[in-house]
């Protein structure tokens, strides 16, 4: 007689696989352990520092299908990079298993982002009586993960909810196979999980329906509450009393720039802005980021400072959803909980006592946050979803290169700051830091950079930084001790683009923005480059003017408006009749002048953002920024896109706009329209690009276009740019993945230290 099992045993293959990827912390191994069931396959699947490892054992037929299945069927938030498999020696395999985590490499897997709260959770908070209103609720498939881990590989006791015993239901859970919980690493309930407490100045509640009844309360009465979130607190209003936004802004001592705007519903957001298809997708993902999209109406005045668009998002946290139920407005300001430009506050105890000073009640839970992180801030061009800003939601996803750039970091910028970390053929962004100016987030950048180190397993060997002397993130790798690159700010930008892209060869690189130190010591902006991710040709640039009160003369543009002009007219300048020239005329300008003449702390600049500043001030429309970029921010949210006209430029090697500036006084003088003068502005400025483009190509036979820096963040610029290029045949690469401001600069940085050292030209 035949024993049956043995021949099954000897026509069974048996085979290893490693999916690598993001494939922990999403749910992967339960979805490995179901597939396995599915095609009645034995085995293993753990989780490693680098990998899901899995050893299968059956019928070679039912293997290859549970192969293919594991990318065509993978759970919705996973990025699976690559799934290699090989033959192995067979086992004596009774079930199919998911083992302990092991860790005993130095590559480590992708760590998943925090996701937004899934549907399910949602309803689970309906009916399932130890969760009902239960603001932690979460599951394989939603949840925080990034803001709680604190080392590899996603385990329970490596995040900040190993304080957090399971209780005999969610345990049953977490064990279960056939539940969406099992092996979900921050399941809890409200019996055995993290709970909130509202802090008030005489009294506190911990009871979740009487804190929502609370916060509700106080949102309606025009109260601030400050709340923690995800990855830090924020502060929260009716996004609709306008008295209570203006005293918001009094106490963070944030004038007029725009506040974001959580809605409790698409619906409701769909009856004060323009939501296509695409935005609603992006509003509804699960990285749920702040959207900038077009108000129907001015409706929020006092949240946006009278500008066309609005920050808006839904809610991502079980605890927005509780609250909008008690809610009567439709929106709240939801925005960073912190002070001018320090990081967002994480710490209960330091969120009582600073966040106190501006808010009525504060809102803590007793779950640390180890790793602080913003929300994100996107929009769409040209229908694709461009980051400005990358934290929750996306960091710290790698992005994917072409090349090695193991063990270098990038410093960044001064300005959103992002650090960047090479593993491999990764490149691994930190989450959005901020301005490097104040001590505190340069201790928040010196902290976060260690435990990205530790987390990675990563012992840096070069480290790569901006060519400015005086950048915080500069002096970071002078005392590093390491083998250092410093990096031209603008190459950066360009090589950034090129890295998103997998790009690596002569391009045409397009980079303008506000501020970057030049190899010739003056400040550029407006640049023309030919390069590649070695070195660059700076073809052409913007005309040199001097910047008044150098660093001032961003907070107040009508410095480079006198500028300007003085260059333009000598000083009789002043005799010209129009507005501006009576509202500077109370500003010493006489000593502006003298300072020019005898180069007291006016440096050079080609800056394309002190140019928008310029125009911005002499229609005098924004004299004074009240926040950065606003100027420019402001003149792109006037333009009339129906007027096609532009100024006339002078080409060369400088660029110069003298005709511009002599063309918008005349027609400031002829009584034209300020939206008429920002879109003919705007129109130059594109026609710019496009002809010294065509030079370019023309000379040295390039047909790849790059553009980057943090002017294409105009909408307006970015969209037709793309379009004019394209239509003379280019081939354009812009950003997507990652900021094309300064946030991005840590990875061009990483890309050209990677290059110069497989080159040897380090």
């Known amino acids: 007689m035949i024993n049956k099992s043995k021949t099954q045993n000897i026509n069974n293959e048996c085979k290893v696989i490693q999916v690598e990827g993001l494939v922990q912390g999403v749910g992967f191994r339960p979805f490995i352990y179901r597939l396995a069931k599915q095609y009645q396959l034995k085995g293993f699947v753990e989780n490693r520092s680098n990998c899901v490892f899995i050893k299968i054992q059956g019928n070679p037929k039912n293997i290859e299908q549970f192969i293919s299945s594991i990318k065509s069927k993978a ?70 993960r990034f803001s709680i881990i604190n080392d590899f590989p996603y385990d329970r006791e490596k995040t900040t909810m190993k304080n957090f015993s399971m209780c005999e239901k969610c345990q049953k859970e977490y064990d279960d196979v056939s539940d969406r919980r099992f092996h979900a690493q921050p399941v809890a309930c409200s019996v055995c999980g993290p709970h909130y407490e509202l802090v008030l100045k005489n009294e506190n509640f911990k009871e979740i329906n009487l804190i ?8 309606t009465a025009g109260k601030i509450v400050a709340i923690k979130g995800i990855g830090g607190f924020f502060i929260a209003c009716d996004a609709f009393n306008e008295q209570t936004v203006k005293h918001l802004r009094k106490l ?89 430009d320090e990081p967002i506050i994480i710490d209960n105890k330091k969120a009582i006592e600073k966040l106190s000073k501006i808010s009525d009640a504060v809102l803590i839970y007793n779950r640390d946050i180890y790793n602080r992180s913003d929300d994100s801030v996107v929009m769409i061009a040209n229908d694709k979803i461009r980051i400005s800003r990358r934290s929750r939601g996306y960091a710290p996803s790698p992005i994917h290169l072409n090349f090695s750039a193991e063990g270098i970091l990038a410093t960044g910028a001064e300005m959103k700051n992002c650090f960047c970390i090479g593993k491999g053929k990764q490149a691994i962004m930190s989450q959005h830091i901020g301005e490097l100016t104040n001590f505190e987030n340069y201790e928040f950048y010196c902290e976060t950079i260690e435990r990205f ?27 590093s001790g390491l083998e250092k690159i410093r990096i031209q700010h603008h190459h950066a930008h360009i090589a950034s683009c090129m890295a998103e892209n997998i790009l690596d060869e002569k391009i045409i690189g397009v980079s ?59 000083a009789d300048f002043l005799k010209l009749d129009f507005p501006f020239i009576d509202f500077i005329k109370e500003k010493n300008v006489e000593l502006i002048i003298k300072a020019i003449d005898k180069k007291i702390n006016c440096p050079l600049t080609s800056s394309a953002g002190r140019l928008f500043d310029t125009v911005a001030a002499i229609i005098n429309f924004c004299t004074i920024s009240t926040f950065e970029a606003e100027a420019p921010i402001r003149l792109e949210s006037i333009l009339d896109e129906s007027c096609k006209e532009k100024y006339s430029f002078t080409k060369g090697k400088t660029i110069s706009f003298d005709l511009t500036i002599k063309e918008i006084i005349k027609d400031i003088k002829s009584g034209v329209s300020n939206p008429v003068i920002s879109s003919k502005f705007h129109n130059t400025i594109i026609f710019v690009i496009l002809e010294v483009s065509n030079e370019i190509r023309k000379k040295y036979n390039l047909n790849k276009i790059v553009l980057s820096g943090g002017t294409f963040q105009n909408k307006y610029i970015l969209e037709n740019v793309e379009k004019l290029l394209i239509k003379n045949k ?25 290059k110069r050292r497989k080159l040897k030209c380090v």
Not at 466 to 473: E, F, Q
Request: proline share 5%; aromatic share 12%.
């Open 453 to 479: 180190k530790q987390l990675f397993r990563i012992s840096p060997s070069l480290i790569t930084c901006d060519m400015h002397p005086d950048y915080l993130s500069t002096k970071y790798a002078d005392n």
């Open 75 to 144: 759970p919705v938030v996973s990025k699976i990079k690559s799934v290699v498999s090989r033959i192995s020696e067979k086992e004596n395999f009774k079930d199919f298993t998911i083992v302990k985590s092991k860790d005993f490499t130095d590559k480590v897997s992708e760590i998943s982002p925090d996701i937004a709260v899934c549907k399910e959770c949602l309803q689970d908070m309906k009916v399932q009586k130890n969760r009902i209103n239960y603001p932690f609720i979460n599951c394989t498939n939603c949840g925080p």
């Open 512 to 570: 303008f923005d506000g501020t970057g130190f030049g190899t010739d010591g003056n400040i550029w902006g407006g640049e023309f480059f030919i390069c590649d991710l070695v070195d660059f040709e700076r073809y052409a640039h913007f005309d040199y003017i001097p910047l008044p009160g150098g660093d001032k003369a961003t907070k107040e543009p009508w410095r480079t408006g006198v500028s300007y002009l003085y260059k333009i007219f000598g």
């Open 252 to 340: 963070k001592n944030r004038e007029s720039k725009p506040f974001a705007v959580m809605f409790s519903s698409l619906e409701k957001l769909k009856i004060y802005a323009e939501v296509n298809n695409l935005q609603e997708e992006v509003l509804q993902s699960w990285q749920r980021p702040i959207l900038l999209i077009e108000q129907k109406k001015n409706y929020f005045s006092s949240v946006n400072a009278g500008l066309k668009t609005i920050g808006a998002m839904l809610p991502y946290m079980p605890f927005h959803h509780l609250l909008f139920e008690k809610l009567k407005t439709d929106a709240i300001v939801l925005t960073s909980g912190n002070f001018s």
């Open 730 to 754: 280019y081939q354009v690469f812009t950003h997507s993945k990652i900021p094309t401001n300064d946030g991005g600069i840590a990875l061009g940085q990483l890309a050209i230290a990677a």
């Open 212 to 219: 929502t009844d609370k916060v509700a309360e106080f949102i």
